[in-house]
């Protein structure tokens, strides 16, 4: 009987612990509201149905995308070829949402692919998007990893298993983390 009862003690105390943890602590809060900022700017920045960027260059054109800060402003170009009149209107639209993400926000590889299959890309058009573009993913974990540290506090240890859990490789999490001083 006393086995039981400790048992059932020490499940009610993990349970009244878990609920006792604040709600922006939670990973799925968190990852609602990285997905919800990503809709709402990427919806705020596609703009209409155009052909061209914003600096005025076709689409199909090599172009680097990022913010005005080059600090933390990631590498994103896209490659120009003659392939890209063989490109369904799907794959370029998926290209272009892509840059769009990766300007806002850090991704992982695969983290990158999910928010594209999320958003009604397919996953062979996502891969493609994904796979056509240039994008130095040491530096988004670096990115992904400060932005982290700026919200709350992270062990090295517990900070690279966050950027793996996101689909960054191993490397890349420990590369990400060392660029913070961890």
């Given at each position: 009987m006393?086995?039981?009862?400790?048992?059932?003690?020490?499940?009610?105390?993990?349970?009244?612990?878990?609920?006792?943890?604040?709600?922006?602590?939670?990973?799925?809060?968190?990852?609602?509201?990285?997905?919800?900022?990503?809709?709402?700017?990427?919806?705020?920045?596609?703009?209409?149905?155009?052909?061209t960027?914003?600096n005025?260059?076709?689409?199909?054109?090599?172009?680097?995308?990022?913010?005005?800060?080059?600090?933390?402003?990631?590498?994103?170009?896209?490659?120009?070829?003659?392939?890209s009149?063989?490109?369904t209107?799907?794959?370029?639209?998926?290209?272009?949402?892509?840059?769009?993400?990766?300007?806002?926000?850090?991704?992982?590889?695969?983290?990158?692919?999910?928010?594209?299959?999320?958003?009604?890309?397919?996953?062979?058009?996502?891969?493609?998007?994904?796979?056509?573009?240039?994008?130095?993913?040491?530096?988004?974990?670096?990115?992904?990893?400060?932005?982290?540290?700026?919200?709350?506090?992270?062990?090295?240890?517990?900070?690279?298993?966050?950027?793996?859990?996101?689909?960054?490789?191993?490397?890349?999490?420990?590369?990400?983390?060392?660029?913070?001083?961890?």
């Open positions: 006393d086995d039981k009862e400790a048992q059932a003690d020490a499940k009610a105390a993990k349970a009244k612990a878990k609920a006792l943890r604040p709600w922006f602590k939670k990973k799925r809060f968190i990852l609602l509201g990285v997905v919800g900022i990503v809709i709402v700017v990427g919806v705020a920045t596609s703009g209409g149905n155009s052909d960027t914003s005025g260059q076709a689409s199909g054109a090599t172009e680097v995308a990022g913010s005005d800060d080059a600090s933390t402003a990631p590498e994103v170009v896209t490659q120009s070829s003659d392939s009149s063989s490109q209107t799907s794959q370029k639209n998926a290209i272009r949402a892509a840059g769009n993400y990766l300007d806002t926000m850090p991704f992982s590889r695969s983290g990158l692919i999910e928010q594209l299959e999320f958003e009604g890309y397919s996953k062979d058009d996502a891969t493609f998007a994904v796979d056509s573009i240039t994008v130095d993913w040491n530096e988004q974990a670096a990115r992904a990893a400060e932005n982290y540290l700026e919200t709350m506090p992270f062990s090295r240890a517990s900070l690279i298993e966050q950027l793996e859990f996101e689909g960054y490789t191993t490397a890349q999490a420990e590369y990400g983390v060392s660029t913070t001083g961890l």
